[in-house]
C-alpha cells in the first residue's frame, strides 16, 4: 500500500537485468559507446525524427538545463503555479540560469489556462527593460494533479508560444502515464504539437535513475552539451543509463508499465468511490488519484501501513472538502499491484 | 587492452548484483530509506568518526558542491595546476559558486609544491577587497599524474590551510587507490590529517555510479542539503547508489578492487620497463602509468587494439621525451586481468 | 507640469554646489577619502547609532546587494506583489544572489498585508529542502502606491521576521518623502522597528547620482564589502556620492526637498479633488497621487506637455474606474513648483 | 605630489561646470534624454561610425558586462596575466557571466605576447566539452605598465581572434592616455583594428564618474540593454553621466587632458633619470612611470607627503632591482602639475 510516489518503487526486474547484462566489457564513456548511441536512435525511432538526446541525473536537472538553454538576461519562464519547477526544485531553474524567473500562471488542477498565459505573457510582450521579458513557457505532462493536457491543449498553449516567439518546454517526468492515457504517440503529444524541448523521464515508470532531455530544435544541441558538463550532469559511466532506457524500450516495457500504473489508479479510484465515505476529488488521468478522506480514516490507514500524502488544495478546485475532511495524494506505480490496491481498499472500507 | 581510462569499464559483479538485490520493494525516496541510512552509517564506521554524506552524481559534481559550501564573494581556491577541477570540469566549479575562481599553484607531478602555495596564498591574505581573497584549497589523492601525497605531505598542506583559516577539500576520484597504495585507513588520509571535505569516488573503482561528497565539517551538513538539492544532485530513488556501496564496503570489496588496479598498473610499468624501446615517465604510484614510447610503436598498439591517451606534458617533468617519442597515460581499473598487461606487453615487444 | 517621475528632475543646486566645491584637490579613491568618511560618519548620527554605509550606483543595486547580504540556497524573499524589486529590477535581485526566489505577498496599495506574510512564510517554515525555505523580508518605503508603512505597520512586519529569525530590508527610493510624511526619525523608523539593512535613496529626492546601503546589522559589513565589489558597484572617486549626501543631509536639505515634494503632491491632489469630472483613486501619503481621470482629458493634458505615466490597478483596489476612465500616476519632487500644480490644475479644468 | 593613481584627483573645472550647467529641467528618466541621445550621438561621430552606448557606473562593470555580452558556457577569457579585469576586479567578470574563465597570457611589461596567446588558445580550440572552450580576447590600452599596444600590435592580436572566431574586447580606462601617446585615431586603435567592444573611461582623465561601454558589433546591442539593467548599472538620471562626456569630448578637453597626464609622465620620468639615485624600470609609455628607487629614499619621499604605490615585478620585466631598492609606480593626471612633478623632483634630489 505504498503510495507515497512513484519513485518509491525500486526498478523494473528487466531493467535490472539489462544493467547486469551491460555490466561487462569496455566502453567509451561520457555517453560515446556504442550502446549509449544505439539509444539516441532508439528515441529518433520513438519520436519519428532526428532528436538529440542528453542523459542527466534527475528530473529537476532535465528542467533546469532545458530553459537554460533559451536562457535570456531578464527572461520570464511562464508555467503553471503548481508546477514542479516552482514547487519541488528548491529554485534549481532559477540557479542554473542564474537567476531567470519564473511566473506563475492560473489554470484549474495543474494544467495551464491559456487565456491566463496569454495575459501573463502580454504584459511583458514589450520586452521593456524594467520589466523583464519572455523567455519560455513549461507545461507538465502529465500534470502535478494527475491531469492531463488533451493535444489540442498542447496545440491551443503553443500556439500561444509561436505569437510571442518563445519556446516551449514539457516536463515529461510522468511522460509515459500521459501517452498511454492519450492513446497517442511521442511524436504526436511533442514536437507535432510544437514541444521544442522535452524532459522525458523513465525513474519514475521502473527505472533505477533514466532522465533524459530530448531536443527538438536541433541548433541548439551544441550548447547543451557544454550546459549539460558544466552543470556536473555529464555521466562517465554512462552506459548505465543507456542499459536502463534500452531495456525500458525494448518491446514497449515503457508503455506497459505506463499502462498498468494507470489501470492500477482507475482501480484505486474505483475503490475510493466505492466506499460510501470517501470520494475522488476529481477524477485522475493517469497515475495519480486524489481523494477526500475522512482525516481519522486516513489517519488510521497510515497506521495501518499505507503510505500517501495529505496535499494541499490545487488551483481551481472547486469541490467540497469538510471540517473532518483531508485531500490525500495517492500515485501508482509499475510496481503497484492489484493485491495492494484491494488490500487498500478493504482496510478503507473497515 | 583499454587502458584509456578506468571509467570505460562497467560495474564489478557485486555491485551489479547488489542492485538487483533490492530491485524490489518500497523506500522512502530522496535518500531517506533505510538502506540510504545504513550505508551512512557505513561510511561514519570506515571513517572511524561521524561524517554527514551525500551522493551526487558524478565527481564533478562532488568537488563544485564541496567548493560552494565554502564559497565566498570574491573567493579564489588554490589547487594544483593540472588538477580536474581546473581541466577537465568545463568550468562548473565557477558555475556552481557563481563566479569563484581557482588559482593554479604548481608543483611536480600533479601535487602541490607547499611553499608555491604559500606563496600563492600569501598574496591575497591581506584579503583586498579589489584583488579577492583565499576561500579554499584543493587536494587531488591519488593526483592526476598517478602520483600520491603521503601522510605527512597532506599534513604540510593543511598546517598551510590552518594558518590562513582555509578549508581543505579532497578530490578523491581515486580515492581507494590512494588509500591502497599508502596502505592506511580512510580517517589517517583524510581528517586526522586536516581534510574538511572529500570527493568520494566510487565510479571508477568498479560501481556504476556512486559518487559521495563526505563532509567532517558537520556544521555545514544542513547548507550542502539545500545545495545539493538546488543543483539538481538529489537522486530520487536515492538507494540505487546506496546498493552500489553497500556492495562496494561489503567484505572490503572497495580495497581489494583497488589493490587489483594498482598492481595492474605495477605489472604493466613493469612491463614497460623491461621493453628496451620504452620507459616509465615516472614511477607509478597508484592505478595510472604513464610512459614514454615511440610514437610509431604507440600508433601501431593503438592500431592492433589498445586503448590509451597522448598526454601532455605535465608541470614539474624533468625526463627526456625524444623527437620520435610520445607522452602515454595508461590507466587500470577492477576489470583489467593480467592477460590484458601481458598481451600487451608482448605487442610492445613485437 | 512633469509628474512622469521624481528621477526626471536634475539635481538640487546645493547638491550641484557641492560637487564642484569638492572638484578640486586629491582624496583616496574607493570610499577611503576624509569625505567619504566624515558622511558615514554623518549617517551614523542621522540613525543616532553605529552604521555601516555602502555607496552604490542605483537603488536596484541596493537592494539587490541588500538581499545578497542574506543570500542562501534555495532562499526565498517576500515581498509586496508590486514591490520595485519584482516589478522594476529586471530580475537583478535573482541575478545577484544567483537565483534566489522572490514571492510575492498580497496587500491593499502596495503594502504588504501581514497575515498574507505570515501565511506565505509559514508555507516555506518547515525549510523542506525541495520547496526551498524563506530567506528575507522586504518592504518599500514609501511604496510604489504612494503609501506608508506606519510605524505599527513596520513593527507588525517585523515580528513576524524575527518570529521566523529572518531578515528585514527596507526599500527606502523613497525614504526621505516616508520621513517627511510620518514625521518622525530615521531611526524610529528602521531600526528601532527590527529593519535589519536599509536602501536609502538620495537621487530622487535631490541628488544626481546618491544611494547608499546602511546596514544596520554590522556584522555583515565585511561581506558586504567583497559583495559590492564584486558587483562592480564601488565607485573609485567615490566623494563624488560623498559630496552630494554631504550637501543632501547639510543644514536638513533632504527633509526639506522631501517635505516639499509632498507638499506639492497634496497641492496636485486637492486640485484633482476640486475638479469634478476627476478624482482621487486614493489618498496619496507622500509625493506620488494616483488619479482617476477621463482617458480624452488625459490624453490633452499630455499633448499639451503635461507628463506623466498610465498605471495598472494596484492590488486591493476597491475604487471604481468608468469604461472612459483611466488610472494615472504623477510624481512630484523637491524641483515641482506650486506654479506646476497651478497650470496644471488650470489645465484640467479647462 | 599625489600619484597614487589618476583616480585620486577630482573632476575637470570643466566637467563640473557642465553637471551644473544641466541641474535644472526635466529630462526623461534611464538614457532617453535628448542630452543622452546627443552625447551617443557624439560618440558615433568621435568613432567614426555607428556604435551602440552604455553608459555604467565603474570600469569593473564595463569590462565584465562587456565579456557577459559574449559570455559562453565553459568559456575561457584570454587576457593578459596583470590585466585588471584579473587583479583589481574582485573576481567581478566571472560573476557576472556565472562563472566564466579568465585565463592569464603571459607578455612583457602588461601587453599580451601574441604567440603566448595563440597557444593558449590553440589548446582549448577543439572544444572539448571537459576542458572549456574560447570565448573572448581582453586587451587593456594603456596597459597596467604604462605601456602602449601599437596598431600593429592590435591588428597582430586582432587576427588571431579572427582566426579563432573570438570577440576582442579593449579594457580603455586609460583609453585616451593611449590614443594621445599613439597620435592615432579612436576608430584606428579600435573597430578599424578588429576591436568588438571597448570599456571607454573618463572617470581617470577628468571626469567624476564617465564610463561607457563602446559597442561596435551593434547585433549585440538589445542584449546588452538587458544585460545592463539586469546587472543593476542602468543610472535614472542618467543625464549626469550624458554631461560629464558632453564636456569632456567639447573642444577636444579630453585629448587635452590626456595630453597634460602623458606629458607630465614624461616630465616625472626625465626627473627620475637625471637623479643618480634612481632611475626608470622601463620607459613610460602614457601617464603611468615606474621607477626603481632606494627604499630608505622612497619611504622619506612618502613621509614628506609625496603618495604613490610599491609595485610588484611585472612579467617579462628584465632589469635589476638592487637589495636596498624597490619598484614603485607613479600616476599622473589632468591635474597634475609641472609644479608638482618638480618639487617632488626637488624632493628625490635631497
Known sequence: MFFASDNWAGAHPKVAAALSAHNTGYAAAYGDSDLDKAVYERFSEIFEREVAIFFVATGTAANSLSLTAYNK?????????????VEDECGAPEYFTGGSRLRPVDGALGRIDPSALEQGIERFAGEVVHAGRPMAISITQSTEAGTIYGLDDIEAISKIASRYGLPLQ????????????????????TWKRGIDILSFGGTKNGC???????????DRAKELTFLRKRAAQLFSKSRFIAAQFDAYFKDGLWMETAHHANAMAARLAAAIEDDENSKLAWLPQANEVFAILDRKRAERLLASGAAFYDWHMPHGFDGHIGENEGLYRFVTSFATTEK??????EQLRA
Open 73 to 85: 538576461p531578464g527572461g520570464i519562464t511562464f508555467c503553471h503555479r503548481e508546477s514542479h519547477i
Open 170 to 189: 514539457m516536463d515529461g517526468a510522468r511522460f509515459a502515464n500521459a501517452l498511454a492515457s492519450l492513446e497517442t504517440t511521442p511524436a504526436e503529444m
Open 208 to 218: 533505477w535513475c533514466a532522465e533524459a532531455i530530448v531536443l527538438f530544435d536541433l
Open 340 to 345: 495492494d490496491i484491494d488490500r487498500f481498499a
